[in-house]
């Protein structure tokens, strides 16, 4: 393959801004796939990601168009997640491309996503190909938007392709930009093997497969390869490329964009960002950028119903298999049973393993709420990692904890300033850098407690900035805190799963408020529920709920009986949601009631 | 207890669906419409049309006994007594030589007088079931009553002079700016009739009536739990005074008096549901199977005229669903209970094999648990939905 016919690039956009329909549209326009396979929306694979319109596992499909110059080319559209958990990963994925498209919608303007993921393509070097998308909409002002662009993101917008993806139109044109204003790849197909590792999962007949750009050198079946971070070898059983349905090719040179398969057991063999490279003659260095995977939040999952124990286990290792930055270990919980100890990148990895497990394994669980590793020295010196609050030592054993914390990049329009470092000062956050980007955007730097982050502070991010900051994080350092832990009472037991770790600063107001959405989460029962809050021994708060004493003593005649009988049957289901601890029914919500504390 | 009027378990009950009412209350969400004109005669023909449809296809022994025809609505007493009868005749006419069967009219007072209250009973009425609601008017007034408290006194009093000794009576709790003081007025106005049953509705706001719409916009205040749970008390103590006995949630009645058809949906009787909207019961084969009728009445008209059914859904039950409905209408019978010997022939297993939280509830003094039976205490009665949604969990 010439390398000056190929261009490797992604699309940039926020959620509703049209990226899967234009990548269907582009598939279609090319040929790629034909109108009667194309189910709508090709690139998103899994139900979830439809559903939440968010794409999570990164797809590529290979174009060939022929362009106006009357020369065939070939288009790799690499796909990138789409949520700040991913960063790492859609760094990964941009880093195989020389250009992405910046999709915006043509009545919307820029928003918050768009910005992270565009600022990691300009920080790895891509060609931005500014296309206005949702021109038919009566609303749309292309004018305006251009003018956006260039303000906000310093971007010339003067030819930018105008789309509506729905309807079909500019997809010649578009394709027409990605030849013309994208660079092909470079790279040395004599040089050893070095390329780069962006995706991989585990299928049920191959093993895993691993989704690669090949810098320089030449992969083919027979390789022996080597993965450098890692050191592990394997030999190559095929090649090929995604178009998007998977195509066996002879092999994969510089600027190729495809798989390897290499009958590798386990996806964790496969960390993204590692470099692929011959093993008898491996190349000097490795592509730059490489992180190892590591989770960062921690919680407890527990099937609702015990006897799900064996199928939870099953599930988890299943799902090991194809998340390698998942992880997971058995633990038990006093009021929960058995269970897991699970690692997350982030809470957005964790709600979607979470609903994974419970849509595509049938299982109804617990979540305890996140948390993040906590480094715990005792006083006879000996130091431990705390992932679980209930495991923090007794305070006369502790002489020191410390947290982790991260830097936080904030992007966003200057007029929310205010209201984002009020939300960092509050957030435990040490201010770093205040960046002036151009006069309406800044960029704010913060060194915060990743514990807080764990909580809501993205969502209040979202929310005070009405969706328009966008923010990305790297682990710094641990750092010692004032930490204790606050414990909940129901009908006066502790109910382990629902013990915190907190700053000891704002240990009561945490206290009385957790009591307090307990109290609005957890139904009445035919008892009194008295729940607690507390540190150590001290009772630091208390709610009552009441007992249930009367129900509508309704009619229960013919027409009536098939929809009581309905109605009873859906309380049951919700019964089956809820998690017995001692007599009392409390449901799954009431776990995570730390997150929707305001 | 006297169970004498229970129906026979081979018998079949008849309901016959009215949607017709002169206007409608703003808290109702049953299936009915308030028009000017109502077309009785076409209306009348097609429930027999149907009926006759629904004889055969369901291939119903007309030797066997006819316990019960009830017309509901809406407003049934809208229709003329000549158009009542017309349907008891055709309804009645080839099932078996039987005891007579049971026949109540819902009666709205606004609807009736001397002359059409005789009607009904030379029709074949034989019981009525007068639709009172309240006896105060401030209260018939919120409830968009259009009657008074004083015609609905009156229409008892008619029809008993009419020739009804069968009369029960209708009426709400929980209503918004009812007192308790109020309600025992009420309840005691009430028993002096002596009537022979009495139904007593707390005040359910469903979603999408105007009570609905008004609870949400804040606009409708309800009474506190405390108040309303004393209502239920207060009755349960004046009406047993009176003589009546609590044999269901919402129905008290003297002895010999229990709803024979409304007692039929309670143990599984089968019955056809005749006219717009109406739900019939089959409990053969298999675990039984339920079906509904179109409730927009002009459609249920062209749908009968066109296939002789309207049917608009159907479920044929499974035997959890069976069972589970067993054991939720059995507990709402509060003297007879599930019937365990009932329960096992049926189900081929005992109710406590289903009823896993039984000893708890028991222990809590919800359920009185005895040899033969499981029945609902008061206090078990009021949290009754609690109580059945929990029961198999």
């Known amino acids: 393959m010439e390398k000056d016919r190929i261009r490797n690039f992604s699309i940039i956009a926020h959620i ?138 310093s971007l010339d917008a003067s030819d ?34 070095k390329a780069l590792v962006f995706d991989s999962w585990y299928d049920n007949y191959q093993g895993v497969i691993i989704q690669i750009r090949v810098f320089d050198g030449v992969i083919k079946r027979g390789s022996r390869i080597k993965f450098m971070a890692t050191g592990k070898t394997f030999d190559v059983d095929k090649v090929g490329v995604f178009t998007p349905h998977p195509r066996e090719t002879a092999e994969l040179g510089p600027g190729e964009v495809g798989f390897v398969i290499a009958g590798i057991k386990e996806v964790r063999d496969t960390s993204v960002g590692d470099t692929l490279t011959d093993a008898a ?43 390698s930055s998942f992880t997971f270990e058995p633990e038990t919980s006093l009021a929960l049973g058995f269970g897991f100890r699970c690692g997350f990148l982030g809470l957005f990895h964790m709600e979607i393993i979470q609903e994974r497990l419970e849509r595509e394994y049938d299982l109804s669980l617990i979540t305890t709420a996140p948390t993040v590793a906590y480094r715990v020295t005792k006083t006879d010196g000996e130091v431990l990692m705390v992932d679980n609050p209930t495991k923090l030592p007794p305070p006369q054993n502790v002489s020191m904890v410390e947290e982790p914390f991260i830097l936080a990049s904030i992007h966003m329009p200057s ?23 151009t006069p309406a955007r800044v960029l704010l730097e913060y060194e915060l407690p990743l514990n807080e982050i764990v909580l809501d502070f993205y969502d209040k991010l979202k929310t005070l900035t009405k969706g328009y900051a966008s923010m990305d994080y790297d682990y710094l350092d641990f750092r010692v805190s004032r930490l204790i832990k606050l414990d909940i009472l129901i009908n006066g037991e502790v109910v382990d799963a629902l013990s915190l770790i907190v700053p000891s600063e704002s240990a009561y107001a945490r206290g009385k408020v957790l009591a307090e959405k307990m109290k609005e989460i957890i139904p009445r029962q035919m008892f009194e529920v008295i729940i607690q809050a507390a540190i150590g021994a001290k009772i630091i708060a208390r709610e009552t709920i009441k007992a249930l004493r009367k129900n509508v003593t309704a009619k229960c005649y013919g027409g009536d009986i098939t929809r009581k009988r309905k109605l009873l049957e859906k309380q049951k289901e919700g019964k089956k949601r809820m998690k017995q601890v001692g007599r009392v029914e409390l449901p799954q919500e009431a776990f995570l009631a730390v997150l929707k504390v305001n | ?146 009657h008074s408290a004083k015609k609905a006194l009156n229409a008892f009093r008619m029809a008993r002079e009419a020739g009804f000794e069968n009369i029960g009576i209708d009426l709400m709790f929980g209503l918004p700016g009812q007192t308790l003081a109020l309600w025992k007025e009420t309840l005691k106005t009430a028993v002096a009739l002596r009537p022979r049953h009495v ?91 339920r079906w509904w009728n179109a409730l927009e009445p002009e459609q249920y008209m062209e749908r009968i005229a066109l296939l002789g059914n309207a049917v608009e859904g159907s479920e044929t039950l499974k035997m959890g ?23 096992k022939q049926r189900f081929g297993i005992l109710p406590e094999d289903m009823f896993k939280r039984l000893k708890e509830f028991e222990a809590e003094g919800y359920i009185k648990n005895t040899a033969d039976s499981i029945i609902l205490t008061p206090k078990g009665a009021l949290i009754s939905n609690e109580l059945f949604s929990n029961m198999l969990a």
């Open chain 1, 281 to 323: 003659n491996p190349a000097a260095e490795a592509l730059a950028g490489y992180k190892a995977s590591k989770s960062m939040v921690f919680s407890g999952l527990y099937p609702v119903d015990s006897s799900q124990y064996e199928d939870l286990k099953d599930a988890v290792v299943k799902l090991r298999l194809n998340d």
């Open chain 1, 16 to 153: 509703d801004h049209g990226k899967s329909t234009l990548s269907d549209r582009l598939l279609e326009f090319t040929g790629t796939v034909t109108k009667r396979e194309m189910v709508d929306q090709f690139m998103d694979k899994m139900d979830l990601e439809r559903e939440r319109g968010i794409t999570i596992k990164a797809q590529t499909a290979r174009l060939n168009y022929k362009a106006d110059d009357g020369k065939m080319y070939v288009l790799n559209l690499i796909d990138t997640p789409g949520h700040v958990d991913f960063s790492y990963e859609v760094s990964r994925s941009l880093s195989a491309c020389e250009g992405a498209l910046l999709i915006v919608d043509a009545s919307q303007g820029v928003e918050a996503q768009t910005l992270a993921h565009l600022y990691t393509a300009q920080d790895v070097g891509l060609e931005i190909v500014p296309v206005l998308n949702k021109i038919d909409l009566p609303q749309a002002d292309p004018e305006r938007i251009k003018a956006e662009i260039e303000d906000l993101l």
């Open chain 1, 160 to 193: 930018a392709v105008l789309t509506s993806a729905k309807e079909g139109k500019g997809i010649k044109e578009t394709l027409e930009a990605i030849v013309k204003r994208i660079p092909p790849p470079a790279g040395d197909g004599n040089k050893p093997l």
């Open chain 2, 1 to 146: 207890m006297p169970a004498v009027n229970m129906m026979k378990m081979n018998s079949i009950g008849v309901y016959i669906h009215i949607p017709f009412c002169l206007s409608k209350c703003p808290y109702c969400d049953f299936n009915s419409v308030a028009s000017g004109s109502v077309p009785e005669a076409r209306y009348a023909a097609c429930v027999l049309k149907e009926f006759n449809a629904c004889v055969g296809k369901e291939g119903i022994d007309r030797q066997k006994g006819l316990g019960s025809v009830y017309f509901g609505g809406g407003t049934p007493s809208v229709f003329s007594p000549a158009a009542i009868g017309g349907i008891i005749r055709g309804v009645t006419d080839g099932f078996g030589p039987q005891e007579p069967a049971e026949v109540t009219l819902e009666v709205n007072p606004d609807t009736v007088d001397a002359g059409r209250l005789e009607g009904f009973r030379k029709a074949g009425v034989n019981r009525l079931s007068i639709g009172a609601q309240s006896l105060d008017d401030g209260l018939l007034k919120m409830l968009g009553r259009r």
């Open chain 2, 321 to 343: 669903e069976a069972s589970a409905e067993s054991l939720m209408l059995g507990l709402r019978m509060l003297t007879k209970g599930i019937v365990r010997s009932e329960f």
């Open chain 2, 199 to 289: 139904s007593l509705y707390g005040l359910t706001i469903e979603e999408g009536t105007p009570f609905g719409r008004l609870l949400k916009n804040g606009s409708l205040s309800l009474l506190p739990e405390e108040v309303e749970i004393e209502m239920y008390k207060t009755a349960i103590d004046t009406l047993a005074e009176a003589g009546c006995v609590h044999y269901e949630i919402s129905n008290f009645a003297l002895p010999g008096y229990f709803s024979v058809h409304n007692s039929g949906y309670w143990q599984g009787i089968d019955c056809i549901g005749l006219g717009a909207g109406a739900h019939s019961y089959m409990s053969a084969p298999g675990w039984g199977r």
């Open chain 1, 415 to 437: 007029e929310y300033l205010g209201a984002i470092l009020k939300l960092c000062e509050d957030k435990r956050g040490i201010q770093r850098e205040i960046k002036y980007l």
